[in-house]
């Protein structure tokens, strides 16, 4: 079945680093969501990426799908501590995304 | 609005008990999932439903879980007989489906099951 890993699977920043999660299917995928899910919370959802090679931005957060379909990654630019957190990719296909393994993120002041 | 509305949000039971979680969708929301979350398999897609009916339901670990969805407005997910491995964190998203096509989904807090 489809398959979406994400890397890495941790990683510690000092506040102002920036951070990069990779996201990659096994499959070609019709479209992709990104969420964030705070510690104890719930995921909630960052952005949609629809077109092949598309780049979105959102403040310091930005978000590209590559041009094959298969791989997304979002960049944080100078993280703050606000930024602690599990993010997800999450596949889409036909009426149903497949979550990714996650990044977890933390930042030390 | 609301938002997704789950309950329980901690349930805790003795092995071999039956445990039914309960989910109120966004209200005009045609599309329902549950989704299970543990630290060793992540957020593992269960069952979902579009306009009340199961579409798939391959998720489903084995023959002691079921879900329902009666309506627009409610959806359980029951486990018959409770085992100490179904401990995790249950969600449930909805979102508004168009042409076959996902659209954000929106989470509820979650219940929190731990099963002893």
């Known amino acids: 079945g489809q398959q979406v890993m994400q890397i890495p699977q941790y990683q510690h920043v000092q506040e102002g680093e920036d951070f990069t999660t990779y996201c990659n299917s096994s499959t070609t995928l019709s479209n992709i969501q990104w969420y964030k899910q705070r510690p104890g919370g719930h995921p909630v959802f960052l952005i949609q990426l629809v077109k092949s090679g598309e780049v979105k931005k959102q403040k310091r957060l930005t978000f590209q799908f590559g041009e094959a379909k298969k791989n997304s990654s979002l960049h944080i630019t100078a993280t703050q501590t606000t930024d602690v957190g599990t993010y997800f990719c999450?596949?889409?296909?036909?009426?149903?995304?497949?979550f990714g393994t996650g990044t977890r993120l933390k930042v030390l002041a | 609005d609301a938002g997704v509305i789950q309950s329980p949000r901690h349930e805790v039971t003795e092995m071999g008990q039956e445990v039914t979680l309960r989910c109120k969708p966004i209200s005009g929301h045609n599309s329902l999932f549950w989704y299970r979350q543990t630290m060793m398999r992540g957020l593992e897609l269960l069952i979902y439903f579009n306009n009340n009916v199961p579409i798939d339901d391959s998720g489903m670990p084995e023959d002691r879980f079921s879900a329902k969805m009666p309506n627009a407005s409610f959806s359980t997910l029951k486990i018959q007989p409770s085992e100490p491995r179904d401990s995790a964190v249950y969600f449930c998203?909805?979102?508004?489906?168009?042409?076959?096509?996902?659209?954000?989904?929106?989470f509820g807090e979650g219940s929190r099951l731990t099963v002893l």
């Open positions: 998203a909805s979102t508004l489906m168009v042409r076959a096509t996902t659209g954000e989904l929106f």
């Open positions: 999450a596949g889409g296909g036909t009426y149903k995304y497949i």
